[in-house]
């Protein structure tokens, strides 16, 4: 299973980014598929997640309101739509699936994109 992350890059804050994440048919079936992300001397943190049922969503409190988690099931692709972006949003963003439990925890994905990096500016 591969996942291909995409959409980084450096915006000015308030402005928005759309982060789009590809993987194989099998993460489409009925894997958790999560964003997280990791600014640097910190842990990677949670942001959004579909949980393995379709209809449960998650995102973290930092986000709620600002970030949108989307797919489109044909494509094999999910995405984040970032608006309203703040200079604490800066990170490396990171896509993942697996069979998870708790889709907040990035200790129970199985597999990861290879990261893509947002820079807010302010």
């Known amino acids: 299973v591969q996942l291909q992350a995409s959409g980084g890059g450096l915006v000015l804050a308030g402005g928005s980014l759309r982060l789009s994440c590809v993987g194989s048919?099998?993460?489409?079936?009925?894997?958790?598929k999560g964003w997280f992300r990791q600014a640097p001397g910190k842990e990677r943190e949670f942001v959004a997640a579909?949980?393995?049922?379709?209809?449960?969503?998650y995102y973290a409190d930092s986000v709620k309101g600002r970030f949108t988690i989307s797919r489109d099931n044909a494509k094999n692709t999910w995405y984040l739509q970032m608006d309203n972006l703040k200079p604490e949003d800066t990170a490396v963003y990171y896509c993942?699936?697996?069979?998870?439990?708790?889709?907040?925890?990035?200790?129970?994905?199985?597999?990861w994109g290879q990261g893509t990096q947002v820079t807010v500016s302010s």
């Open positions: 993942a699936s697996g069979v998870v439990r708790d889709p907040m925890r990035p200790r129970e994905y199985d597999y």
């Open positions: 048919a099998r993460t489409f079936s009925s894997y958790a």
């Open positions: 579909f949980g393995w049922r379709r209809d449960n969503t």
